[in-house]
């Protein structure tokens, strides 16, 4: 089944829609930042007539555990639970960005039969506004590949990657203009399993007048340390945000494309 893209008239950002799965395969997220201001819900259901069997947590660049987490939550088919972190507990600094990775893990007792639909969404502590969501798949395609975004002079893009476990991510986040040529500063990556990296490029550094717009692409090359393993699929799972700069709080979020042009197959969501 291929996803479907789908646009919430609520929100401010575009979103994609994936089918069930079960833990007969890794479940992933991509990086997700947040402020002070804002808290990071992650979502799971067990989706009929299967039961869901999973443990729920965070864990930060560095690959540590932060905030709560749920251990052997057992949700009977059509249940539903969810874990909140607040970006308060993470940082107390008026503007900053803090970067965390959801995680869901199969329980010790989770059958090959357990179902489950989980989600991330990033929401608004004073208006209860969603302004980021994240679905968990699978398995992202080899090469992350993002298309084009633009930025004015009051944003910020900003290229996240994870060695998501077990293995380790290799390779350079950068930007390219509507030209093919590159802007900001390239960054290097040798991430160890379950450490994530970041660059930022300011619209700043490529516009100077109110309505202007600068197009870009987030770029994600791997080496050959960073390639897709036969086993586990891409260790490198890339995220791009664009925030507002002078608050921190993200007005775009979205995953790499799920079929990417340099993948050969479509991983089976």
Not at 5 to 15: D, E, K, R
Not at 64 to 71: A, I, K, Q, Y
Not at 82 to 87: A, E, I, M, V
Not at 201 to 224: D, F, N
């Amino acid at each position: 089944m291929k996803p479907k893209l789908i646009v919430l008239a609520s929100t401010m950002f575009l979103a994609l829609v994936f089918p069930k799965f079960g833990w007969a395969q890794q479940t992933n997220f991509a990086m997700m930042g947040i402020t002070n201001a804002q808290t990071l819900q992650l979502n799971l259901v067990a989706f009929p007539p299967s039961p869901c069997i999973a443990n729920l947590g965070f864990q930060d660049s560095n690959g540590n555990p932060v905030g709560p987490s749920m251990t052997g939550v057992t949700l009977a088919p059509g249940q539903y639970t969810s874990l909140t972190l607040t970006g308060l507990s993470l940082t107390k600094v008026v503007g900053q960005r803090v970067e965390v990775l959801p995680m869901i893990t199969p329980g010790s007792t989770a059958p090959l039969s357990s179902s489950c639909i989980a989600t991330a969404e990033v929401v608004e502590d004073l208006l209860e506004n969603t302004t980021a969501f994240l679905p968990a798949v699978q398995s992202w395609p080899p090469g992350p590949v993002f298309g084009m975004i633009g930025l004015t002079v009051f944003e910020t893009a900003r290229l996240n990657v994870v060695a998501y476990p077990p293995n380790p991510c290799i390779g350079t986040l950068s930007f390219a203009n509507s030209s093919g040529g590159p802007v900001g500063k390239p960054l290097d990556v040798d991430l160890a399993p379950g450490q994530a990296a970041f660059t930022d490029l300011p619209g700043s550094e490529l516009v100077s007048m109110l309505g202007q717009r600068a197009e870009i692409q987030p770029m994600m090359t791997l080496s050959t340390g960073g390639l897709v393993n036969p086993v586990t699929g891409n260790t490198c799972v890339a995220s791009t945000e664009v925030y507002i700069t002078l608050t921190g709080e993200t007005a775009v979020y979205f995953p790499p494309n799920p079929c990417s042009p340099t993948a050969t197959s479509c991983a089976a969501y």
